[in-house]
């Protein structure tokens, strides 16, 4: 159980610093042709297994309370962000005017609303069986992008195009992932995302936007029938994607372990200094491959801070509305201060 608990941490370690280091990306796909391949190759993938977790974990729906505390933990934090960055970014972007559109969502946050809305679904979807639910889940994923105004409006789009794969997460169990995790499967999932990227390095006309998922077919191409196959096939290698990256997680503790508790933190705080980023003379270095490799440091880094237990002790009170963490950041360092200061008067 223990070493199951480091899979998932390391899990989603791993994922959140891909968020910040495609998020820092973005600002050179038009650019360089290398950047954007890999950029496609991140979004097939870092999001979706993002999501596919939580489902696996959503499993106290039926628990009085349970939407009351959920609201609490996602929709509660949504607001006060949604806030925070509409004052953000009319000091960054020099706006004449503020605005607060509490139902779009600025860039990220789309994914608390969507992820409240996964969970209230789960009550009903849960007393389907298995193969039926995911079938009309996949089917709702595919009709949606038919409909115009089902866009960025309340992550309606997004919320029906990726609840497929927090259902499929809901539904797997211990023994899926143990055995999704065997050593011989391992090569298998590398040469995966070896043949993924070559196949966008080969194909370099792919329109990212199908990764995202936040967008009516008409807006991408002309809505068709086989707009609903693009779709599916999005849907196809995303699965397969996700499945490789969970193959290769590493299931031992690790220095960044613990880290993957406050991936919430990382994901919530990032985008001030992404956006800061993107404004900025900085982004202008970095035009060669080796420089590319340093931004990826850079977002390690910046991974590391955000989830480190000082900024989860700073954004605690805005995110979970405690401040245990800071709290106890508090008492161990009045008893360092104690300590040094008995040692100082003892010599």
Known sequence: MKQRDYYFDNAKFILI???????????????????????????????????????????????????????????????????????FYYFLYSKSTFTMDPFNPHWSLW?????????????????????????????????????????NYLSLSRTFVFFPLFLLGYHLTKDHIKTLTRPAFKVGALVTFAIVFLGF??????????????????????ASLSSMFTRLGFYLLSLLMVFSFLTIVPKKQYFFTDLGKNTLYVYLLHGFFVRTFRESEVQNFFHSPDRFLLLAVIALLLTFLLSSKYAAALAQPLIEFKTSRINRLKTRFTAILRFYRRKLLSS
């Open 111 to 151: 994914f608390l609303i969507s992820l409240f809305c996964w969970n209230i679904m789960l009550i009903g979807f849960s007393k389907l069986k298995a193969p039926i639910g995911l079938l009309i889940a996949f089917g709702l994923g595919l009709a949606v992008g038919y409909v115009d105004w089902i866009s």
């Open 201 to 222: 390095y080969f194909n370099p006309d792919i329109d990212y936007k199908w990764l995202l998922g936040s967008k009516p077919y008409s807006l991408m191409e002309a």
């Open 17 to 87: 610093f891909f968020v910040v280091f495609g998020h820092l990306l973005r600002s050179f796909i038009e650019d360089n042709e290398m950047i954007y391949n890999v950029y496609k190759v991140i979004y097939t993938f870092h999001m979706p297994a993002f999501i596919l977790v939580s489902g696996f974990f959503a499993r106290g729906f039926n628990k009085k309370g349970y939407v009351m505390k959920i609201a609490k933990k996602l929709i509660l934090p949504y607001f006060i962000f949604q806030l925070i960055y509409s004052i």
